[in-house]
């Protein structure tokens, strides 16, 4: 009896040392829409964003709209048509929420941003088109800050502006080039629960970061098909965990705060997990993954699966009392 107590105080000590989180995988769990201008129907969706309440936006591209979800796809509402004026679009891009609800669209072709309230009524716009602080020339994404404040990835400008949550300029980063902190093209932007903006340098194929007010902090990946390379990165996110997603042709990868590559899914096909263009990628305030699968024209959704770890030493322990 004593040589067994003292064999299983001697497992339990082991068992810590021989476990090693996995990292997590996703795995398809639903998806909505097809091609179409009806309610729940798309035509080139670009982008999307997350509620903390639930709802989830999709901008409609090429039908100049916004429409909204619940988290598994029922259609509650949309906004927006072709044109100028308040609440219209000319192909909006990127969207993002703010912790209080309000929707902010990258009016691309308008030269500007538009928001709105959760229910899609219009509350103020920015921007003209122009290279000078607060002008836009096609910005394309957008992300909000938890403190307020709306970053915009001034795509044909190669810049990020950051603003008010009502549109004062506050600051800009980037310039044309391939050098630490500057750009070509970036389409999309995303803020890190620590504050970090992560930047889809997508013409140099690369993932950019910086400190909220845009001093560079480091970068990863380059041209090619595999692990951490990339072919045109357009989409980023970055879960509550500070993983950060990044849509590539035909794949999500996603990576650690600085960049270590963790894992991927996804290759070319319409059938479930597949991907044609994935444009966009948004996170719930879970583990769920959204992705707008631009040339399928629908909305994809990825849930978390944490396989239980087996420490190697059990199956040691086991024998020992054989």
């Known amino acids: 009896m004593k040589n067994n107590r003292f064999v299983l105080a001697l497992a339990v000590a082991v068992l810590p040392l021989a476990a090693a989180a996995s990292p997590p995988r996703y795995v398809f769990e639903g998806l909505w829409g097809k091609q179409g201008t009806g ?33 598994s796809g029922s259609f509650r509402g949309e906004w927006g048509s072709p044109g100028a004026g308040d609440g219209q679009f000319r192909n909006p891009v990127g969207s993002a929420v703010a912790a209080g609800g309000d929707v902010y669209v990258a009016d691309s072709f308008n030269h500007r941003v538009q928001y709105f309230t959760a229910a899609g009524s219009f509350l103020g716009k920015w921007g003209t088109y122009g290279s000078e602080g607060g002008q836009f020339a096609y910005p394309e994404g957008v992300a909000v800050a938890a403190g307020g404040n709306v970053y915009v990835a001034d795509a044909a400008n190669n810049r990020v502006q ?27 932007v995303a803020v890190a629960p620590d504050g ?91 583990a769920r993954v959204y992705v707008a699968d631009l040339r399928n024209h629908r909305v994809q959704y990825f849930g978390q699966e944490n396989p239980a770890v087996v420490p190697a030493s059990l199956g040691k322990v086991k024998a020992l009392f054989k």
């Open 162 to 188: 950051y603003f008010t949550g009502a549109g004062s300029l506050l600051g800009s980063f980037g310039r044309a080039g391939t050098g630490d902190g500057e750009f070509h093209y970036p389409r999309d």
């Open 39 to 71: 309610e729940g129907e798309f035509l080139f969706p670009t982008g999307l964003a997350v509620a903390a309440a639930g709802p989830v936006y999709v901008v409609d591209s090429g039908n100049n709209r916004v429409q909204y979800f619940t988290s």
């Open 196 to 286: 970090s903006v992560y930047v889809a340098d997508s013409a140099n194929r690369r993932v950019q970061y910086f400190t909220a007010e845009g001093s560079f902090l480091g970068k990863w990946g380059s041209y090619g098909t595999g692990s951490g390379q990339f072919t045109l990165p357009v989409g980023v996110a970055v879960s509550p965990g500070g993983l950060v997603f990044v849509t590539d042709r035909h794949r999500i990868q996603y990576f650690t705060a600085a960049g270590s590559y963790v894992s991927q899914w996804g290759r070319r096909g319409t059938g479930n997990g597949e991907f044609t263009d994935p444009v966009a990628v948004a996170m719930a305030s879970g």
